[in-house]
Structure formats: C-alpha cells, structure tokens
C-alpha cells in the first residue's frame, strides 16, 4: 500500500525567503507525482506534474524534483509572498492499472509567508 | 478558468437527511471522475472512481450504499450521501482526468459538509 509523508507539517518563514518541502513515497512504482496548491476550504489546484522519467519541473518561482528510486520529491519555492500562504499537497499516482492509476495524497505542509 | 465546477460549497443538513454533490466537467467531456474525502488535518482520500454509463468502483471501507454515485453523462457525475450522520461531516471533493492517464487531475472546489 502507498503511503505519502510531507515534512515539515507546518512551516512559517519571512517574506523573501526561498524554502523547500519534502515529500516521500513508499513505494516506488508510480506514474507520476503531482504537487498542489490548497487554500482553505477550497479547492485544489495543481502547481507541478512530474512523469516518472522525469527529474524536474520547473513553473515561475516553483521548482519540484523527483528522485523515483529513493522515493523522494521536493518543492523548491524561491522569494516566497504572502500571497504563498497556502497547503501544499503532493500526491503519487500508481501505475498498476488494476487500482485505476489512483492518487495517493500527503496530509500537506501548511505554508504561513509573514510580510 | 475553471475545468471543474462543485456544488454546492457549503451544506448544513440535520442528521438523516440525504445530500446531493455535483460535480460538473466545463468544456472537457470526462469519462472518468472520481470522488475524495478530506477530515481535517487528514490526507484526502479517494472514496470511489466515477465512470459514466457504468457502476462506481468504491475503495476499500465505503460503503456504496451509503455513498451513491450517478455518472450519467460525460460532463456529470453526482454523489448522493444517503441518510447523514455527524460523521460524515467532512470536505468531500471531485476530480476530473481528461485525456490520457499521465495528464494532470483537475479538481473541483470541494463541498464541506456538515451534519448536525
């Protein structure tokens, strides 16, 4: 079973300053890995999306990683804003196609940017 | 603009009573949509996937009875929570793939439920 695990939970940093989440997967066999953005008691909103075979996305301010073999992705926000202030979720999509590809979410990493 | 619409975003309903969510797919014809829960400060959750003109498939430990699903168009899927209780207070969300299985999800903007 494919478990997804975000650290740190909670992160507040200054305004300007370039931060990083993590996130790790157990296993391995994924299609691909997606990051999103989640505001509260809203909707999610896809910010990156990395194939399997691929090592890196990069969006604007945003740059996800992907190390499939050591299940591991990080995303790298540079002069974060306030207006950062967010839950970012990453999720791993299976890629048996008996499980219809699903999607494993992390419990997120609460962004807090202060001005 | 927005590929998915969710309604309605909030509900207050009184315990027993029985909510419907619809979830709608803008401009993309979705053969495929699937339905999440999220409690708080848990991970979201897929409940079941949503194919149109078949039968739901429910992950492990829903109940399909309880949590009835309707795909009856490309652009429609509905979730119908048959008689509420608190517990299933919760932000239940919808999600759309459209194209090919490696594209991106779209998601909707989520219904949080609450259940007196």
């Known amino acids: 079973k494919q478990e997804v695990t975000q650290i740190p939970a909670a992160l507040s940093v200054p305004e300007g300053e370039n931060l990083v989440l993590n996130c790790s997967f157990t296993?391995?066999?994924?299609?691909?890995l997606q990051w999103f953005r989640q505001d509260p008691g809203k909707g999610l909103t896809s910010l990156l999306l990395?194939?399997?075979?691929?090592r890196e996305q990069t969006s604007g301010r945003l740059n996800a990683s992907l190390d499939k073999s050591s299940g591991r992705s990080t995303l790298y926000i540079a002069a974060s804003q306030p207006g950062d202030s967010a839950t970012y979720l990453c999720?791993?999509?299976?890629?048996?196609?008996?499980?219809?590809?699903?999607?494993?979410f992390g419990k997120g990493t609460l962004l807090t940017v202060n001005p | 603009g927005a590929v998915v619409s969710q309604h309605p975003s909030r509900v207050i309903c009184k315990s027993g009573t029985s909510v419907k969510i619809e979830c709608r797919s803008l401009?993309?014809?979705?053969?495929?949509m699937f339905w999440y829960r999220q409690f708080p400060k848990q991970s979201l959750m897929l409940m079941a996937t949503?194919?149109?003109?078949?039968?739901?498939?429910?992950e492990q430990g829903v109940e399909k009875d309880k949590f009835l699903i309707n795909h009856a168009s490309l652009t429609l899927s509905t979730l119908t929570v048959t008689s509420a209780h608190p517990e299933d207070s919760s932000f239940y969300i919808c999600?759309?793939?459209?194209?090919?299985?490696?594209?991106?999800?779209?998601f909707g903007s989520g219904t949080q439920l609450s259940v007196l």
């Open positions: 999600s759309v793939q459209i194209g090919r299985v490696d594209e991106k999800l779209f």
């Open positions: 296993d391995s066999a994924i299609y691909n």
């Open positions: 990395i194939q399997s075979s691929q």
């Open positions: 999720a791993v999509k299976g890629n048996s196609g008996g499980s219809n590809y699903k999607l494993t």
């Open positions: 401009d993309f014809q979705a053969t495929t």
């Open positions: 949503s194919n149109e003109g078949s039968k739901a498939t429910y």
